[in-house]
């Protein structure tokens, strides 16, 4: 699968329900493997003037499906 497959994909919590947004990048381990998906940028109300990118790590993911990719951990 390409990354640019991912990216079309929701990203949803399972533990919350939230969509946690979609994809914008991901890191790659030395072995050329997917070490987590960063998620893209969004403003929080506590940090009005500063853009909170979420990381997403491979191990985190329970499920890849046709149009959403399922994650255990919950994020706000």
Do not use: P
């Amino acid at each position: 699968m390409r990354l640019s497959e991912l990216q079309t994909k929701k990203i949803i919590s399972m533990s919350n329900g939230k969509n946690i947004g979609s994809i914008i990048d991901a890191v790659i381990n030395e072995k050329g493997q997917i070490d987590s998906l960063i998620i893209e940028s969004s403003k929080s109300i506590f940090n009005l003037n500063k853009d909170v990118d979420t990381k997403v790590y491979w191990n985190e993911i329970a499920k890849i499906g046709e149009d959403v990719i399922l994650i255990k951990k919950e994020y706000n």
